[in-house]
């Protein structure tokens, strides 16, 4: 029953860009796509949302596409610390509650 | 600005004993409250959520309950702990409304021996 579809795992060099794909191709017209990041023996962390736009925060971009079937979060800079696992919440969860799937975890290789 | 107090950080209980988790939220009003639960190397199972003072949905049964006996505070509780109820509890808050994202406390890791 996932909605979602994420690589389980990837990989980046550090200080070089970072795409992380999410598919959501039954995202209805007034869900957000949220995108969280749990570090290890942590609680995950906010990262991002948007509707339809284009987002930046000071962590990161999120790319949504004109069919919103998909959408990417881009880490401009790899660091050490932004190796964790990255959620992509599934559409049909905007009010109150969030399901996290098994996310993507990513590796940063100095 | 608005923080979340989660405790303890770690605890270790025998099988039978009872449990209680507090968590707090400062600095909002009627908050939505969350109780999450990460089994090593899972992904979250969402427990309860609670969007007023003594209302609580549950998202699957289990041995375990949740009350909300003030506006910013969420308590977990269990009358005798089976070895299931090991793993990572998370609380979280949200402000009320559509698409707000979730803040997370920095969980409790409970063991049952």
């Known amino acids: 029953d996932a909605k979602t579809t994420q690589p389980n795992s990837m990989e980046s060099n550090e200080e070089e860009p970072v795409h992380l794909p999410c598919n959501h191709s039954?995202?209805?017209?007034?869900?957000?796509i949220h995108w969280y990041r749990q570090l290890p023996s942590q609680g995950p962390e906010y990262v991002i949302h948007?509707?339809?736009s284009n987002v930046n925060n000071r962590m990161a971009s999120l790319a949504i596409a004109e069919d919103r079937k998909s959408s990417t979060l881009i880490l401009h800079r790899a660091t050490l610390r932004d190796a964790a696992v990255y959620y992509c919440i599934p559409p049909g969860t905007s009010y109150d509650k969030v399901i996290f799937g098994p996310g993507t975890s990513l590796s940063v290789i100095p | 600005s608005q923080t979340i107090h989660q405790w303890p950080a770690t605890l270790v209980q025998p099988v039978g004993s009872p449990l209680s988790l507090e968590c707090t939220v400062e600095?909002?009003?009627?908050?939505?409250l969350y109780w999450y639960r990460q089994a090593a190397g899972r992904g979250l199972q969402l427990l309860f959520y609670s969007v007023g003072i003594g209302q609580i949905s549950s998202e699957v049964p289990q041995n375990l309950s949740a009350s909300r006996p003030q506006d910013r505070q969420f308590i977990l509780s269990s009358k005798k702990l089976l070895l299931s109820d090991s793993g990572f509890y998370l609380c979280?808050?949200?402000?009320?409304?559509?698409?707000?994202?979730?803040?997370f406390g920095d969980g409790t890791r409970l063991s049952i021996l």
């Open positions: 979280a808050w949200s402000p009320g409304g559509s698409g707000q994202p979730q803040h």
């Open positions: 948007g509707l339809t």
């Open positions: 039954t995202i209805s017209g007034t869900d957000y």
């Open positions: 600095g909002t009003s009627n908050p939505n």
